[in-house]
C-alpha cells in the first residue's frame, strides 16, 4: 500500500487567490512527521513545512499552512496567495519516527505539480 | 550558510561504467541521506548515514550500489556496472539529526545518464 498519495494530478490557480495541494498517508507509527517540499523547474528540493503526529496545531510557515486531519490522515498543504514564483511540482512526504524516535528515511508521494496564471 | 553541494552536477556513462557521485552535507549535519528520483517520480531512499555509519542501507537497489562516508562528512555513492535503468537524478540531503522534527535539507542533486 502507498504510505502517501497525492493524487491530483495537475493544479491551476490564479496569481493572489489560495489553494490547497491534497495529501493523504498511511501508518501505523504513532509517531510520525510530515513534510512539503517544492521542487521547482531547477531541481533543487526546498523543504516548506513540518508536522508532528503529536503537535497540537496546525503547522504555519508564512503563506504556507498545513491542514492536519489526524483522523482522516489528511495533511494538505494550503498556499495563500498565491505567486508567479509558487509554479512548480510539491511533495508531501512522512516519516516514521518508530520506537526509538531516531533519524529515519523520508517516503515521499508523487507529487503535484501547480500552475500559477497571471 | 553553504547548502548541500554535490558534485557533478550533470554524469553521462556508458553501459557497464564505474561513476562516484559526490555530496558535501551543510556544516555540523550528522545525518546524510542520498535519495534517488526517477522522471515524474517522488525521490526514493536509498541510504542514510548517522556520523560515519549507514544506519539504514535499505533502499539500495542491489549490490551494484555503494555509499560511504568514512570521516562522518562528505560522501560519496558509487554504482558499478551501470546500467540504463540507473539514469535518474541522485539526491543527497543532510540533516542536523537531532530527531523530533529533524529537517533534511536536500542538494541540487546529480543527473546520472547511461547511455
Known amino acids: 500500500a502507498q504510505k502517501i498519495t497525492q493524487t491530483q494530478p495537475g493544479m491551476f490557480v490564479q496569481e493572489k487567490e489560495a489553494v490547497t495541494l491534497d495529501c493523504t498517508y498511511d501508518?501505523?507509527?504513532?509517531?510520525?512527521?510530515l513534510f512539503w517540499y517544492k521542487q521547482p523547474s531547477s531541481g533543487e528540493m526546498i523543504f516548506l513545512i513540518y508536522?508532528?503526529?503529536?503537535?497540537?496545531q496546525n503547522a504555519t510557515e508564512g503563506r504556507y499552512s498545513l491542514n492536519f486531519q489526524k483522523a482522516r490522515k489528511s495533511a494538505n498543504l494550503v498556499i495563500s496567495a498565491s505567486q508567479l514564483g509558487d509554479s512548480a511540482m510539491y511533495f508531501c512526504?512522512?516519516?516514521?519516527?518508530?520506537?526509538?524516535?531516531?533519524?529515519?528515511?523520508?517516503?515521499f508521494g508523487k507529487g503535484i505539480t501547480l500552475s500559477v496564471r497571471p | 550558510g553553504a547548502g548541500v553541494s554535490q558534485t557533478p552536477s550533470n554524469k553521462v556513462t556508458e553501459k557497464g561504467k564505474y561513476v562516484e557521485l559526490r555530496c558535501d552535507p551543510i556544516?555540523?549535519?550528522?545525518?546524510l541521506y542520498w535519495y534517488r528520483q526517477s522522471l515524474g517520480q517522488g525521490p526514493e531512499f536509498l541510504i542514510y548515514?548517522?556520523?560515519?555509519?549507514?544506519?539504514?542501507d535499505s533502499g539500495l537497489p542491489n549490490d551494484r550500489f555503494f555509499a560511504v562516508r568514512p570521516e562522518g562528512s562528505v560522501s560519496t555513492l558509487k554504482i558499478q556496472r551501470t546500467e540504463r535503468g540507473d539514469s535518474a537524478v541522485y539526491l543527497c540531503?543532510?540533516?542536523?539529526?537531532?530527531?523530533?522534527?529533524?529537517?533534511?535539507?536536500f542538494g541540487p542533486g546529480t543527473r546520472l545518464t547511461v547511455l
Open positions: 540531503a543532510s540533516s542536523p539529526g537531532t530527531g523530533g522534527g529533524d529537517t533534511q535539507y
Open positions: 501508518t501505523s507509527d504513532p509517531s510520525y512527521g
Open positions: 512526504a512522512m516519516r516514521e519516527m518508530g520506537m526509538t524516535g531516531a533519524n529515519s528515511k523520508l517516503t
Open positions: 508536522q508532528g503526529s503529536y503537535d497540537q
Open positions: 556544516s555540523g549535519h550528522t545525518a
Open positions: 548515514f548517522q556520523g560515519t555509519g549507514a544506519a539504514d
